[in-house]
Each structure stands twice: as C-alpha cells, then as structure tokens.
C-alpha cells in the first residue's frame, strides 16, 4: 500500500498538484492572492492578481506545482528572474512568504 500526501483547501481544491501540472490551477491562484498582495519582488506594486504564478524552483530545474513553492510575480520580475538568476535572492519571511530581492545588475553590464 502507498500512502499519498495530499493538500486541500476548505472546498476539497487539491493546493499540491507535484509534477503532474505545470501551470497553477484556480483554487491555488485564489489562495495565492489571499496571501499576497503584491508581486513577491520587495518594492513592486502590481497587484498579486495581475501576476503571473511563479515556481519557486524553476519548472525545468524540476519545480513543483505545490501552493507553498508558489508565488505571484510580475511578468517583469517573473522573465527577468529567469533570464538572470543571479541579480536575485528568494527567501522565506518571518510570516512564511516568499520575498523576491532584486540584488542589482550583474557587474560586467553595469552601464559606463
């Protein structure tokens, strides 16, 4: 027998949906704004639902589509982020949320 862990909001919505789901379903997105207000980027005004859900840990790294490795990004943050890792830092806040700080330019393209 196999014992499967599953995660559900108060209407039996599955949060946690592994591997098998690439993009983010309904019921995670209403939690996801419930908890967020904005984009995770520190200082960013989009509102969370006008975000683009965003994996934590890249999809093509192998990313789940679990509600706690979720978070609302602007379509900025979100493109910008993946196209350059290394201006970002992602951490866990005192409450649990995610916090996305843009870290700045990378050294070799500073302007001149």
Same mark, same amino acid.
């Given at each position: +027998?196999?014992?499967?862990?599953?995660?559900?909001?108060?209407?039996?919505?599955?949060?946690?949906?592994? *591997?098998?789901?690439?993009?983010?379903?309904?019921?995670? /997105? #209403?939690?996801?704004?419930? /908890?967020?207000?904005?984009?995770?980027?520190?200082?960013?005004?989009?509102?969370? %639902?006008?975000?683009?859900?965003?994996?934590?840990?890249?999809? &093509? +790294?192998?990313? *789940?589509?679990?509600?706690? /490795?979720?978070?609302?990004?602007? +379509?900025? %943050?979100?493109?910008? #982020?993946?196209? %350059?890792?290394? /201006?970002? #830092?992602?951490? *866990?806040?005192?409450?649990? *949320?995610? &916090?996305?700080?843009?870290?700045?330019? %990378?050294?070799?393209?500073?302007?001149?």
């Amino acid at each position: +027998s196999t014992l499967v862990r599953m995660v559900v909001d108060a209407d039996g919505q599955v949060l946690d949906m592994g *591997r098998g789901v690439r993009l983010a379903t309904p019921a995670q /997105r #209403r939690a996801l704004y419930v /908890r967020y207000a904005t984009c995770i980027t520190e200082g960013c005004p989009i509102p969370a %639902h006008l975000c683009q859900i965003d994996h934590i840990d890249p999809w &093509a +790294s192998g990313g *789940r589509t679990d509600l706690d /490795r979720l978070a609302p990004c602007c +379509s900025f %943050h979100n493109r910008d #982020r993946a196209i %350059h890792p290394q /201006r970002y #830092r992602i951490r *866990r806040t005192d409450d649990g *949320r995610w &916090a996305l700080t843009y870290l700045g330019l %990378h050294p070799q393209r500073v302007p001149r």
